[in-house]
């Protein structure tokens, strides 16, 4: 990997691969299928270990064999999302390279998959809907089911289905039948077969538990990993700071101002950061969910009233990632389209303005700040987007400040009561940051003599080393593997 993992990724990771393989071993042994649950709170990593996950499986290490026959097939309900891991996938590993990952496309006509590949599919691909996909003739030999169930057929003991944001499209259907994240799962009437070994990834993983364990005819394997161990690691923000309102309404352009003076406050302490401990420089982003039916009107007043509060808020520093994937004139402006899966990269993009939640397709630390516009029956939605919004930029805590570790979010059409229920909702969503309403910040004591404070700030950080061992049963294969491979130790293992 090229990614140091942490202690907790290393042995999610451990405890993942040895339940995949001790499934493949049951089902020969037993004939026995196996899911594996991988449950981890919000900013755990979960990407990150599924890709250590394969990359350990096709290539190996000092405890794992090679298999390089392995398909992986990735299934999501948003082909964003699909794109945005395969982007993860590949900067995150040393040995995946762009030629192992494939999007499944309507050319994809073959009897099976490849071995040595993780394919990606979103589950429209595969409705009844997608002739382009699952509709043979019109020179198309094989529908993707045929060659998925193919696959399984001839290849199942070196198959893997992986099903991403496992909480979603497990079950049964409104008024009977499978979905089709279920018939991947255990097949369908006979004409696909069941998978013989699933990795369900979710944070909340509740409904796909539920769903193997009332099929009751595969063994359920749980991973879990600690939420206190993912906040001590650091890669999650400490807290979100809410702020609503208390007596008076002030006007949504006052609160805008309020959101951008906040997100200037972040841009200066992460450049006074960068430049006094030498590190990478943090761009952070404003996100503004607007009403649903908002007028070009209402836009145009946005624009102007962010251009009045920072001058840089013009031209690309602006974006949108509305349903509408285009450009949105408003007369004498525009505001460019930005796809979810690349606001993080995009470092000229400074506000995204966007409608519904932007819960899956993706992930950006930089966002620090956000403001909804939205009425208060849509909290559900707060707690789903801040889910990616406290992951921390530099994957890891900032020791010389605090605020640097929060999260600022601007409730304007919420009460006391509402403000509960989306703090209830933060918790409630496998978020180990903690909330604070209305907080104050606290200013130096001008009593304090100003060479005190310098004295503090002069003083050197840096990040404390946290190297994780294997436990000791994996070292001693390991060195057992090198007696017999260096040719020291016939008898070792």
């Known amino acids: ?45 979960k990407t990150v270990i599924a890709t250590a996950v394969v990359e350990k499986m096709l290539f190996g290490d000092e405890v794992t064999e090679p298999n390089a026959n392995l398909t992986v097939l990735w299934v999501t309900d948003d082909p964003s999302l699909n794109e945005q891991t395969k982007r993860k996938m590949l900067l ?51 529908s993707v089911w045929d060659t998925v169930g193919n696959t399984i057929s001839m290849r199942g003991k070196s198959f ?24 991947l799962i255990d097949g369908a009437g ?35 990993v ?50 006094e401990q030498n590190e990478p420089l943090v761009s952070p982003v404003l996100v503004i969910q607007v009403k649903p039916k908002v007028t070009a009107a209402e836009l145009k007043g946005i624009l102007d009233t962010l251009a009045r509060a920072w001058n840089i808020l013009t031209g690309k520093a602006i974006g949108h990632s509305f349903q509408e994937h285009s450009t949105l004139n408003l007369g004498t402006c525009s505001v460019r389209y930005v796809a ?62 605090d605020v640097l570790n ?21 918790r409630s969503d496998e978020l180990t940051s903690t909330s604070e309403v209305d907080s104050i910040t606290c200013a130096q004591n001008p009593k304090v003599p100003a060479e005190v404070w310098g004295c503090l700030g002069s003083l050197p950080t840096y990040t404390r080393p946290s190297k994780h061992h294997r436990h000791e049963v994996a070292r001693l294969n390991a060195l057992a593997t090198l007696l017999v491979g260096n040719a020291l130790d016939q008898t070792a293992i």
């Open 92 to 142: 995150a590993s040393s040995l995946i390279k762009p030629g192992h990952l494939v999007t499944v496309t309507p050319s994809l006509d073959q009897e099976t998959l490849d071995p040595a590949k993780v394919y990606f599919v979103h589950i429209q691909q595969l409705g009844k809907g997608a002739t382009n996909y699952v509709k043979t003739g019109d020179k198309r030999r094989y």
């Open 160 to 183: 893997v289905l992986i099903i991403d944001e496992a909480h979603r499209g497990t079950g049964a259907k409104i008024g009977g039948g499978k979905t089709i994240t279920s018939q």
């Open 190 to 224: 006979g004409s696909f077969p069941p998978t013989i070994v699933v990795l369900g990834i979710s944070a909340t993983p509740e409904r796909f538990v539920t769903a193997i364990t009332k099929a009751e005819h595969r063994t359920l394997e749980q991973v879990r």
């Open 226 to 275: 600690d939420p206190e161990a993912v906040q001590e690691s650091g890669l999650v923000k400490d807290k979100i700071r809410i702020k609503h309102p208390l007596e008076t309404q002030p006007g949504d352009s006052t609160l805008l101002e309020l959101a951008v003076a906040d997100l200037k406050k972040f841009d200066g302490l992460w450049t006074r950061y960068s430049e």
């Open 340 to 401: 979810p899966q690349n606001i993080q990269d995009d470092l000229d993009l400074r506000v995204v303005l966007f409608k519904e939640a932007l819960t899956t397709g993706w992930d950006c630390p930089r966002a620090e700040v956000m403001l909804s516009f939205r009425s208060a029956q849509d909290y559900t939605y707060i707690a789903q987007l801040i889910g990616r919004m406290v992951r921390a930029p530099l994957a890891r805590r900032i020791a010389t400040n």
């Open 1 to 45: 990997m090229r990614f140091e993992l942490t202690g907790y990724q290393t042995d999610a990771v451990a405890d993942v691969v040895d339940c995949l393989q001790e499934g493949f071993s049951r089902f020969d042994k037993h004939r026995k299928l196996t899911a594996v649950s991988l449950s981890a709170p919000t900013g755990a990593g």
């Open 406 to 426: 929060t999260v600022a979010l601007y409730l304007p059409y919420y009460d006391d009561k509402q403000v509960a229920q989306v703090v209830a909702g933060l």
